[in-house]
């Protein structure tokens, strides 16, 4: 390598390593880097550098993935997702085909990062194959009440003590409001558990 490539080289590394810590550089100046998902820029702030193991039921596209992978210490991330037009209201303005692209993106990305498992699957038969304790577990799915009350009960017991169960999708949308919050108050109520809100989040801290 020359001089030029030595120093480009070693400016990305820098870079990489102030934006895994939560920071940017702009010029000499360092700013703070604030995730789009509150709840895990919460996450972030109470674990620091702590080794990680997560899980986010509903991947899509696989952004929120590459964010947690980016500022989060994972030793494991499970990614549940089964891409089936079916089974979500995206299937209303997409193919099965385009689906099925999605998926393969999905899986060129992530399948060579050995700390990530993809598990192809509906959620609630996915929970089955996860045989660990887990610190985060991330719910983005289908966002309706049923399926929602489903996975929080499911996926709560994997979940460590002072472990967080959040999730996605709670802003001012009638009918998406009304599932999942409906199904975070209902669980946290018959648990006396308390819920914090910072939209389009929400989250629960296991005692």
């Known amino acids: 390598m020359n001089k030029k490539?030595?120093?480009?080289?070693?400016?990305?590394?820098?870079?990489?390593?102030?934006?895994?810590?939560?920071?940017?550089?702009?010029?000499?100046?360092?700013?703070?880097?604030?995730?789009?998902?509150?709840?895990?820029q919460f996450c972030r702030e109470r674990w620091g550098y702590k080794e990680l193991v997560g899980v986010e039921v509903g991947v899509w596209k696989g952004k929120n993935a590459k964010n947690i992978l980016s500022h989060f210490n994972m030793r494991k991330l499970y990614l549940i997702d089964y891409w089936d037009r079916s089974i979500t209201n995206e299937g209303k303005k997409r193919t099965q085909d385009e689906f099925n692209k999605i998926k393969e993106?999905?899986?060129?990305?992530?399948?060579?990062?050995?700390?990530?498992?993809?598990?192809?699957?509906?959620?609630?038969?996915?929970?089955?194959?996860?045989?660990?304790?887990?610190?985060?577990?991330?719910?983005?799915?289908s966002h309706d009440y049923e399926t929602t009350i489903k996975?929080?009960?499911?996926?709560y017991p994997l979940i460590v003590h002072g472990g967080v169960l959040c999730g996605h999708d709670v802003k001012n949308l009638p009918i998406k409001s009304r599932g999942v919050?409906?199904?975070?108050?209902?669980?946290?109520?018959e648990n006396n558990l308390i819920v914090f809100i910072d939209q389009p989040d929400w989250w629960i801290i296991k005692p």
């Not at 940017?24 to 998902?37: F, H, N």
């Not at 990062?113 to 194959?129: C, G, P, T």
């Not at 919050?181 to 109520?189: G, R």
């Open 181 to 189: 919050l409906k199904a975070v108050y209902e669980f946290a109520n």
């Open 105 to 141: 993106y999905v899986y060129n990305y992530f399948s060579v990062n050995k700390k990530v498992q993809i598990i192809n699957k509906l959620s609630l038969d996915a929970v089955k194959d996860i045989e660990e304790e887990v610190d985060f577990v991330y719910i983005d799915s």
């Open 151 to 155: 996975e929080i009960k499911a996926y």
């Open 5 to 40: 490539e030595i120093y480009f080289s070693l400016v990305g590394s820098l870079d990489r390593t102030l934006n895994f810590f939560g920071f940017k550089r702009t010029g000499k100046k360092l700013s703070k880097i604030y995730l789009d998902r509150p709840s895990l």
